[in-house]
Every structure is written in structure tokens, then in C-alpha cells.
């Protein structure tokens, strides 16, 4: 029964590092997503997918952040030349049904503290 | 103006006080209306969910809804020393581009005090 893991739980980069963030989902969920959560705010939408196929990725802040989950399983946010504005909180959320007019639960992970230095 | 306005706080109380918990909305096209508590180092989980206007009550929690107002309520009684943690209300609609998407408040920091 295992629930949304994430990993690493901490990332210390140096401005201008690339990184790479990984989420795995409750296992069978068709639906991924991504949040960042700056220090003091709520989580903000970054980018959906659904199985493989990313449907929305209106949130992502530049071309900088790009959003992969090949399989339709374990996703991965990768984040080029980071800059310190991108220190904060990046939660990856699960829910079993794609996205629609009703409500679906969307179980979230611990999350991944990145800090840009 | 943000879409989802929530009070940051902190807000301290003492143990088994009434705690009252609000946000305001902007977005009329908001569906379904959310809390989820998030506790610090960890990923924020489903308390309560909402469709209508109304109000909703699981144990010592009850959410209320007033669209016409575009205005929600947590209301907590009893508070526990437990309760402790951040509290974010969140909303549900079309992203526009293509998935249904949730906004969250900035989130409350709530304090239960033995």
C-alpha cells in the first residue's frame, strides 16, 4: 500500500546545474502531476499527464523545465541551469482517473526541497 | 487579485477551541471546492471535499460552501494539539489547456496550543 514516493527528498544545486526530479505514482493511477510550492504559498500547478501523454503544461515557468513519463509510470521533472528562483518545493500528485469534470482524488508525495544556491 | 485569497495567519489557539478557517474565490467556473492539510516536510492530504453550496461534516471537521458569496469555510471543533499543521483550501476547474486543474490558497498555518 504504498503511496506517492519522490526522490531525493533534498537537492542542493549551484546556479546554472542541471537536476532531475523523480516521482513514482501510486501504482495503476492513470493521472501525474506536478506542483511547485514556493516557502510560504500552496502548491501551483505545473503540468499534467495523463498515462504517457502530457496533456497540459500551461504551469511549466520557462523552457527550462521539462516533464517526461515515458511508460506512463515514474516522471521525471528535469530542470536546466537553474537559477535561485527555482528553490522551492516541487510535489508530484497521483489520481486514478484522467482528469475530468468530476473530482478525482489526487494523492500527493513528501515532495522534493531543491535549493539553488 | 489572485484566484484563491486565504488569510496566511499564523493563527494560535488553545487546545478545544472552535477554529474557523476561511478563503475567498474569484473564478466563478470553480467546481469543487477542497482543504487539504499539510503538515511541515510532508505533501498535503485530503480532509474534505465539497461539490454545492452547503455545508459538509466528517467528525470533528465541517466545510461550508457559499458560491453566491465565492466564499468557503473549515471549521475544526475540539481542536487538538494534533490539528497543528498548515491548512489549504483548493479549488477545481478547467485549465483551459486541456485538464481539470487545482488552485490552492496560500495555505493557513494553524498552532494548537496544550
Known amino acids: 500500500g504504498a503511496g506517492v514516493s519522490q526522490s531525493p527528498r533534498y537537492k542542493v544545486a549551484k546556479r546554472g546545474q542541471d537536476v532531475a526530479l523523480r516521482c513514482d505514482p501510486i501504482?495503476?493511477?492513470?493521472?501525474l502531476f506536478w506542483y511547485q510550492q514556493a516557502l510560504g504559498q500552496g502548491p501551483e500547478f505545473l503540468t499534467y499527464?495523463?498515462?504517457?501523454?502530457?496533456?497540459?503544461k500551461s504551469g511549466l515557468p520557462s523552457d527550462r523545465f521539462f516533464a517526461e513519463r515515458p511508460e506512463g509510470s515514474v516522471s521525471t521533472l528535469k530542470i536546466q541551469r537553474t537559477q535561485q528562483e527555482d528553490s522551492a518545493v516541487y510535489l508530484c500528485?497521483?489520481?486514478?482517473?484522467?482528469?475530468?469534470?468530476?473530482?478525482?482524488?489526487?494523492?500527493f508525495g513528501p515532495g522534493t526541497r531543491l535549493t539553488v544556491l | 487579485q489572485k484566484e484563491v485569497e486565504q488569510d496566511p495567519g499564523p493563527l494560535s489557539v488553545p487546545e478545544g477551541a472552535i477554529v474557523s478557517l476561511n478563503c475567498t474565490y474569484s473564478?466563478?467556473?470553480?467546481?469543487?471546492f477542497m482543504w487539504y492539510r499539510q503538515y511541515s516536510r510532508k505533501g498535503p492530504e485530503l480532509l474534505m471535499y465539497?461539490?454545492?453550496?452547503g455545508n459538509k461534516e466528517d467528525g470533528r471537521f465541517t466545510a461550508q460552501v457559499d458560491k453566491s458569496s465565492k466564499y468557503i469555510s473549515l471549521f475544526i471543533r475540539d481542536s487538538q494539539p494534533s490539528d497543528s499543521a498548515t491548512y489549504l483550501c483548493?479549488?477545481?476547474?478547467?485549465?483551459?489547456?486541456?485538464?481539470?486543474?487545482?488552485?490552492f490558497g496560500k495555505g493557513t498555518k494553524l498552532s494548537v496550543i496544550p
Open positions: 473564478n466563478s467556473a470553480f467546481q469543487y
Open positions: 501504482s495503476g493511477h492513470v493521472s
Open positions: 483548493a479549488m477545481m476547474g478547467y485549465s483551459g489547456a486541456g485538464s481539470y486543474q487545482l488552485t
Open positions: 499527464f495523463q498515462n504517457e501523454a502530457q496533456l497540459d
Open positions: 465539497t461539490y454545492s453550496s
Open positions: 500528485a497521483s489520481s486514478l482517473e484522467s482528469t475530468s469534470s468530476y473530482y478525482n482524488e489526487q494523492f
